[in-house]
């Protein structure tokens, strides 16, 4: 089971890592180098439960997204409206499942 305190924090998507069955976001807070992007998806998990992030727009320009964040039975990150399978959460990277 996935604690819910090792959630908090904002997380960047890391695609250039991703997998066929995994998504990664790295620790904003982690140093990270990440490479030249035309966008990259950010969450920020606050501990309230509030959420805030940006997500890539059509015409590059970040759109933001807000709303309550819970961690449902199974690490199922939920965002709103949005379900994410969290399987695993390190203290800089953080993986969920592709759908």
Known sequence: MIERERLAGRWVHSHEEDTDEEMVFRSADSGYAFPPSRGREALELHPDGSYGGTVPGPVDKPEERSGEWTLEEGNRLVLGDRVL?????ERDVLRVRKR
């Open 85 to 89: 399978e969290v399987t695993s959460a």
